[in-house]
C-alpha cells in the first residue's frame, strides 16, 4: 500500500522514467498476484496413507445459508447394520431438505436386532458422530434441530409413508412435494410414521448422498479407537518387514478386506444369486484369498500385512487366516490383539471402528453386493475425485479399490469405482455387478 501511494505521488510530482518503470513493475506484481488468488486456490498437499482423517474434518462441504430452522422433521428409529443406518439416515436429511425442514436428531439403533423392535438398543445420533459439526459441514444443505428447540406452537402432523406395490416412487414423490407447501407446512413438525428410512423410494442423486455422508463425522472416542487399531496394523506390518523402528511404521501400507464369510451372509447371497440368476455374488474363503493374491503389483513384495475385516461371532470356523500364499501375513481382531477396543462397545460401534480401518487402508477389498463395501469404496472414490483423480481406473491410482465376488484380470478381483453420477442409490443400497472399472 505505501508502494502504491508512493507511485501516486511520483505521478503527481511528474517523476523520471526509473521512478514510473518502478511504478508499473508494483502495478503488475500486484494485478499477477490478485489473478493467481482467484483463479488457482491454494491448496495444502495431504499425504495419502495417513492424513484422510484429515480430509474428512477439513475438507468437507459447506454450502451456505437456506434451511429452515423453525421447521421440523421427525423419522422412525432407525435400524439395522451400521451402513444401512447410515443410508436411511441421509435419506431421512434429504427428505427434510425437500420439505425444507430441520431433521430431529434421530435415534440409531446399537444392536442388529431389526425384527424384534423390542430388543432393540437405541442409541442417539451424537453418540456415535459429531452432532455440532455435522451442522456446520452441513450448513445450508441439510441441518440437524434438537427436540429441546421446539416450540410446541402446534400440534404434531402424522405423515403415514405408504408401502407395498401400488405406493410408486411416483406417488411418494407427490407426497413429499403436497406435504412441502400449503396448510400442511404450517405444523411446525411433520412426524413420518410407518417404515425404516432405508426402506423409503429414493429421490436423490449419489452426488447428494455423499454430501450428506462427508458430513457424518465420528465423535472423538471412536475414532481413537480406530486409530489405535491402524497403529498396530502398520506396526505389526514394520516388524513382519524387521524394522523396529516405532518412529516408521505409520507409513508401513496393509490391505483391508472386507470378509463376507459369515454364516448369515453365506445364507443370504445364496438366496440373491438365485433371485438374480447369477453367480457373482457368494465368495467362499478359498475364492477371496486367491483373488486377493493376484492383485497386480502384490505378490512382488516380500509382506503384505492383510487386515480381515470380519464379524468373528457369526463365523462357523476361525480359520480365515490359513490358506494364505507365502507373503502375505493376514491378522484380524483376535492375532492382532485389539479384541478388547471391540469388546467395550455394542455391534453399531464395533462397525463404526471396522469401517475406519478398512476405509484407511492403502488397498481396499470387498463385496459389491455389501452396504458396507460400497459405500467404503464410495467415500474413497470422492476423496479421490477431490484431490484431482482423473483416471480412476488405472493402474497407478492412490487407495484403490476392489470387489472380490467379480473376477477381473489374471483372476484377480474387479477394479472398483463408485459411478459418483448415479441419479439414484440403488447399486450402492442393494448392491450390483455393474461397477464403474
Same mark, same amino acid.
Given at each position: 500500500?505505501?508502494?502504491?501511494f508512493?507511485?501516486?505521488?511520483?505521478?503527481?510530482?511528474?517523476?523520471?522514467?526509473?521512478?514510473s518503470?518502478l511504478?508499473?513493475?508494483?502495478?503488475?506484481?500486484?494485478?499477477?498476484?490478485?489473478?493467481?488468488?482467484?483463479?488457482?486456490?491454494?491448496f495444502?498437499?495431504?499425504?495419502?496413507?495417513?492424513?484422510?482423517?484429515?480430509?474428512?474434518?477439513?475438507?468437507?462441504?459447506?454450502?451456505?445459508?437456506?434451511?429452515r430452522?423453525?421447521?421440523?422433521?421427525?423419522?422412525?428409529?432407525?435400524?439395522?447394520?451400521?451402513?444401512?443406518?447410515?443410508?436411511?439416515?441421509?435419506?431421512?436429511?434429504?427428505?427434510?431438505?425437500?420439505?425444507?425442514?430441520?431433521?430431529?436428531?434421530?435415534?440409531?439403533?446399537?444392536s442388529?436386532?431389526?425384527?424384534?423392535?423390542?430388543?432393540?438398543?437405541?442409541?442417539?445420533?451424537?453418540?456415535?458422530?459429531?452432532?455440532?459439526?455435522?451442522?456446520?459441514?452441513?450448513?445450508?444443505?441439510?441441518?440437524?434441530?434438537?427436540?429441546?428447540?421446539?416450540?410446541?406452537?402446534?400440534?404434531?402432523?402424522e405423515?403415514?409413508?405408504?408401502?407395498?406395490?401400488?405406493?410408486?416412487?411416483?406417488?411418494?414423490?407427490?407426497?413429499?412435494?403436497?406435504?412441502?407447501?400449503?396448510s400442511?407446512?404450517?405444523?411446525?413438525?411433520?412426524k413420518i410414521?410407518?417404515?425404516?428410512?432405508?426402506?423409503?423410494?429414493?429421490?436423490?442423486?449419489?452426488?447428494?448422498?455423499?454430501?450428506?455422508?462427508?458430513?457424518?463425522?465420528?465423535?472423538?472416542?471412536?475414532?481413537?479407537?480406530?486409530?489405535?487399531?491402524?497403529?498396530?496394523?502398520?506396526?505389526?506390518?514394520?516388524q513382519?518387514?524387521?524394522?523396529?523402528?516405532?518412529?516408521s511404521?505409520?507409513?508401513?501400507?496393509?490391505?483391508?478386506?472386507h470378509?463376507?464369510?459369515?454364516?448369515?451372509?453365506?445364507?443370504?447371497?445364496?438366496?440373491?444369486?438365485?433371485? &438374480?440368476?447369477? %453367480?457373482?455374488? $457368494?465368495? @467362499?474363503?478359498?475364492?477371496?484369498?486367491?483373488?486377493?493374491g +493376484? /492383485?497386480? =503389483?502384490?505378490?512382488?513384495?516380500t509382506?503384505?500385512?492383510?487386515?480381515?475385516?470380519?464379524?468373528?461371532?457369526?463365523?462357523?470356523?476361525?480359520?480365515?487366516?490359513?490358506?494364505?500364499?507365502?507373503?502375505?501375513?493376514?491378522?484380524?481382531?483376535?492375532?492382532?490383539?485389539?479384541?478388547?477396543?471391540?469388546?467395550?462397545?455394542?455391534?453399531?460401534?464395533?462397525?463404526?471402528i471396522?469401517?475406519?480401518?478398512?476405509?484407511?487402508?492403502?488397498?481396499?477389498?470387498?463385496?459389491?453386493?455389501?452396504?458396507?463395501?460400497?459405500?467404503?469404496?464410495?467415500?474413497?472414490?470422492?476423496?479421490?475425485?477431490? &484431490?484431482?483423480g %482423473?483416471?480412476? $481406473?488405472? @493402474?497407478?491410482?492412490?487407495?484403490?479399490?476392489?470387489?472380490? +465376488? /467379480?473376477? =477381473?484380470?489374471?483372476?484377480?478381483?474387479?477394479?472398483?469405482?463408485?459411478?459418483?453420477?448415479?441419479?439414484?442409490?440403488?447399486?450402492?443400497s442393494?448392491?450390483?455387478?455393474?461397477?464403474?472399472?
Amino acid at each position: 500500500m505505501e508502494l502504491l501511494f508512493n507511485c501516486k505521488l511520483i505521478k503527481l510530482m511528474g517523476g523520471g522514467t526509473l521512478n514510473s518503470l518502478l511504478c508499473k513493475c508494483v502495478f503488475f506484481v500486484i494485478a499477477v498476484l490478485i489473478i493467481r488468488a482467484l483463479l488457482f486456490p491454494i491448496f495444502v498437499g495431504v499425504e495419502w496413507s495417513n492424513n484422510l482423517a484429515y480430509l474428512r474434518k477439513n475438507n468437507s462441504p459447506s454450502f451456505g445459508l437456506g434451511v429452515r430452522q423453525e421447521k421440523f422433521l421427525e423419522v422412525p428409529q432407525i435400524v439395522w447394520g451400521l451402513n444401512n443406518q447410515k443410508i436411511a439416515f441421509a435419506r431421512a436429511c434429504l427428505t427434510a431438505r425437500m420439505l425444507n425442514r430441520t431433521l430431529l436428531m434421530p435415534s440409531l439403533s446399537a444392536s442388529l436386532f431389526y425384527k424384534e423392535l423390542d430388543l432393540l438398543q437405541p442409541i442417539s445420533f451424537h453418540k456415535v458422530f459429531q452432532f455440532d459439526k455435522f451442522n456446520e459441514l452441513c450448513s445450508g444443505f441439510v441441518q440437524l434441530g434438537r427436540y429441546s428447540d421446539l416450540m410446541n406452537k402446534t400440534q404434531v402432523l402424522e405423515l403415514q409413508k405408504g408401502s407395498g406395490r401400488k405406493w410408486t416412487v411416483e406417488r411418494d414423490l407427490d407426497q413429499l412435494r403436497q406435504y412441502s407447501k400449503g396448510s400442511f407446512d404450517e405444523y411446525e413438525v411433520i412426524k413420518i410414521v410407518g417404515k425404516n428410512p432405508f426402506l423409503w423410494h429414493d429421490h436423490w442423486p449419489v452426488k447428494d448422498y455423499a454430501k450428506v455422508f462427508e458430513c457424518l463425522i465420528l465423535v472423538e472416542e471412536i475414532s481413537q479407537e480406530a486409530d489405535k487399531v491402524v497403529s498396530m496394523i502398520r506396526s505389526v506390518g514394520s516388524q513382519s518387514k524387521g524394522n523396529n523402528d516405532h518412529q516408521s511404521f505409520e507409513n508401513v501400507p496393509y490391505v483391508a478386506v472386507h470378509m463376507r464369510v459369515e454364516i448369515d451372509w453365506m445364507i443370504h447371497c445364496k438366496k440373491l444369486e438365485q433371485r &438374480l440368476n447369477t %453367480n457373482q455374488i $457368494c465368495s @467362499s474363503k478359498k475364492e477371496i484369498i486367491e483373488r486377493v493374491g +493376484n /492383485i497386480e =503389483g502384490l505378490k512382488s513384495k516380500t509382506q503384505v500385512v492383510v487386515y480381515l475385516a470380519v464379524a468373528d461371532k457369526l463365523l462357523q470356523n476361525s480359520s480365515v487366516l490359513d490358506g494364505w500364499e507365502q507373503g502375505f501375513v493376514p491378522y484380524e481382531k483376535k492375532k492382532l490383539g485389539v479384541e478388547k477396543i471391540y469388546s467395550k462397545y455394542p455391534y453399531l460401534i464395533q462397525s463404526a471402528i471396522d469401517y475406519e480401518v478398512c476405509l484407511r487402508s492403502d488397498i481396499f477389498v470387498g463385496n459389491s453386493f455389501s452396504t458396507f463395501s460400497s459405500l467404503i469404496v464410495l467415500e474413497r472414490t470422492q476423496k479421490m475425485i477431490k &484431490l484431482g483423480g %482423473n483416471s480412476l $481406473c488405472g @493402474s497407478d491410482v492412490r487407495w484403490p479399490s476392489f470387489a472380490y +465376488n /467379480i473376477q =477381473g484380470e489374471l483372476n484377480g478381483p474387479m477394479k472398483w469405482v463408485t459411478n459418483m453420477s448415479d441419479s439414484s442409490l440403488q447399486a450402492i443400497s442393494y448392491g450390483t455387478n455393474h461397477i464403474s472399472c
